[in-house]
């Protein structure tokens, strides 16, 4: 498709730091449940930015490849690591690689394998900091979604975040778990004090601090044209709500998700960028900025 063309060509010519790395990869799952018939359309990318040398930031997507994980339909997975040196990025790729394991392997309602799937990485990050001084106080943030049969939910702790777009009008999901958005919830400052508060990215939750781990879990209502953003804090601080909304109304995911980071480096890209688009559409329908031909179908040629 054009579209995944067009992906596989900026991640070939992104300008990568040394020891960064982007990914750029789009996919289609067809899922049926009880109540509706729908396809998940997603795309991802993964930038290490403008400043930073190394990508700190995890992604991950699974799709239905059969089996056990047919029924869960897809899980997708953000997590912005922290920690310094190597620290950030083991933890994150412990985060996202633990989770989407435990999560297809339990045999457990969504919900619940969502927070043994977090629980368990939480777990994991601990041990393995305990063993390893150059990885000590390594942590991480980390935001799932998962669809099942017609149903959605969201686990979260940290800074990064679910957005859904439905009907034009674009919802944040997740709750910021930092000083400053708790300083905010309880009235203590303004939002434009919050805005470039110099303490806006300690964190008050995230993966690897603590033994026991609060885990934010939501079930999230799941309708045909919805579209669901995860993004670590490398976007959301530069690229704001209506620029998000414009550009997940007029693109499908994977071009989306190219648009998004680049308009962050662009603004500087002062931190790794990672984005996950998930399009719940209709079968057979052509998503919002896909290439048509004159009879309104999707081009065929590669």
Same mark, same amino acid.
């Given at each position: 498709?054009?579209?995944?063309?067009?992906?596989?060509?900026?991640? &070939?010519?992104?300008?990568?730091? *040394?020891?960064?790395?982007?990914?750029?990869?789009?996919?289609?799952?067809?899922?049926?449940?009880?109540?509706?018939?729908?396809?998940? @359309?997603?795309? !991802?990318?993964?930038?290490?930015?403008?400043?930073?040398?190394?990508?700190?930031?995890?992604?991950?997507?699974?799709?239905? +490849?059969?089996?056990?994980? *047919?029924?869960?339909?897809?899980?997708?997975?953000?997590?912005?690591?922290?920690?310094? =040196?190597?620290?950030?990025?083991?933890?994150? @790729?412990? /985060?996202? /690689?633990?989770?989407? !394991?435990?999560?297809?392997?339990?045999?457990?309602?969504?919900? @619940?394998?969502?927070? #043994?799937?977090?629980?368990?990485?939480?777990?994991?990050?601990?041990?393995?900091?305990?063993?390893? +001084? +150059?990885?000590?106080?390594?942590?991480?943030?980390?935001? #799932?979604?998962?669809?099942? $049969?017609?149903?959605?939910?969201?686990? =979260?702790?940290? $800074?990064?975040?679910?957005?859904?777009?439905? $009907?034009?009008?674009?919802? !944040?999901?997740?709750?910021?778990?930092?000083?400053?958005?708790?300083?905010?919830?309880?009235?203590?400052?303004?939002?434009?004090?919050?805005?470039?508060?110099?303490?806006?990215? &300690?964190?008050?939750? %995230?993966?690897?601090?603590? %033994? *026991?781990?609060? &885990?934010?879990?939501? %079930? &999230?209502?799941?309708?045909?044209?919805?579209?669901?953003?995860?993004?670590? $804090?490398?976007?959301?601080?530069?690229?704001?709500?209506?620029?998000?909304?414009?550009?997940?109304?007029?693109?499908?995911? !994977?071009?989306?998700? #190219?648009?998004?980071?680049?308009? %962050?480096? @662009?603004?500087?890209?002062?931190?790794?960028?990672?984005?996950?688009?998930?399009?719940?559409? *209709?079968?057979? #329908?052509?998503?919002?900025?896909?290439?048509?031909?004159?009879?309104?179908?999707?081009?065929?040629?590669?």
């Amino acid at each position: 498709m054009l579209q995944t063309l067009w992906a596989r060509f900026l991640a &070939v010519i992104g300008r990568t730091p *040394k020891g960064g790395r982007i990914t750029a990869t789009a996919s289609i799952a067809p899922c049926a449940s009880s109540d509706f018939a729908y396809v998940l @359309q997603t795309g !991802q990318f993964s930038d290490p930015g403008c400043v930073r040398r190394r990508n700190e930031d995890s992604i991950l997507v699974r799709t239905p +490849a059969g089996g056990r994980e *047919k029924s869960r339909n897809l899980l997708a997975v953000v997590a912005d690591g922290m920690g310094g =040196h190597q620290a950030g990025d083991r933890a994150s @790729q412990l /985060a996202v /690689a633990t989770i989407g !394991q435990t999560f297809a392997a339990a045999d457990l309602p969504p919900d @619940q394998a969502l927070v #043994a799937a977090f629980e368990a990485a939480n777990g994991l990050i601990l041990n393995e900091a305990s063993h390893d +001084a +150059a990885l000590a106080g390594m942590g991480t943030t980390a935001t #799932a979604l998962a669809i099942s $049969d017609g149903r959605a939910w969201l686990a =979260h702790v940290g $800074d990064s975040r679910l957005y859904r777009l439905r $009907d034009e009008r674009l919802e !944040q999901l997740s709750e910021d778990h930092t000083l400053v958005a708790a300083m905010l919830r309880d009235g203590l400052i303004t939002p434009e004090q919050a805005g470039d508060h110099p303490n806006r990215h &300690v964190l008050i939750r %995230a993966m690897g601090t603590h %033994a *026991k781990l609060d &885990v934010m879990l939501a %079930a &999230v209502s799941l309708a045909l044209g919805d579209v669901f953003l995860l993004c670590s $804090d490398g976007l959301h601080d530069l690229v704001g709500s209506e620029d998000i909304r414009t550009c997940l109304l007029a693109r499908p995911p !994977q071009a989306a998700c #190219a648009f998004l980071v680049e308009l %962050a480096r @662009q603004r500087g890209g002062f931190d790794n960028i990672s984005v996950i688009a998930v399009r719940c559409g *209709k079968p057979g #329908a052509v998503p919002p900025g896909a290439p048509q031909t004159r009879d309104g179908g999707r081009h065929d040629h590669e």
